[in-house]
């Protein structure tokens, strides 16, 4: 059965950091493009950040230099380094793996930055 299972998410002040992760069952995700979604209160779910099939990795603008995305093949799981955390990084996080039209979501983890 494939399931994508977030986790991490929290409450975080400004200039925090936050580590979600994201465990996969039912298949490799080493053989997918493996991503980071999220979407705030009235607003369209945003893209985060990607790690290939091939290791190649990809981030929005409003993350770049502050967010990194890693996988652990053997573990299973996706990973998403937040630091320097935002007000405006406040949403609900979501994974996503896809591959020749197959596509799979996480269930989102919350994650909001307030002092």
């Known amino acids: 059965q494939v399931q994508l299972v977030e986790s991490g998410g929290g409450l975080v002040q400004p200039g925090g950091s936050l580590r979600l992760s994201c465990v996969v069952s039912g298949f490799s995700l080493s053989n997918y493009d493996m991503s980071w979604y999220r979407q705030a209160p009235g607003k369209e779910r945003e893209f985060v950040a990607v790690i290939t099939s091939t290791g190649i990795t990809n981030y929005g603008d409003s993350v770049k230099g502050r967010f990194t995305i890693s996988r652990d093949a053997f573990r299973n799981v996706m990973y998403l380094q937040m630091d320097s955390l935002k007000a405006e990084d406040t949403a609900v996080y979501y994974c996503?793996?896809?591959?020749?039209?197959?596509?799979?979501w996480g269930q989102g983890t919350q994650v909001t930055v307030s002092s």
């Open positions: 996503k793996a896809g591959r020749l039209g197959f596509v799979a």
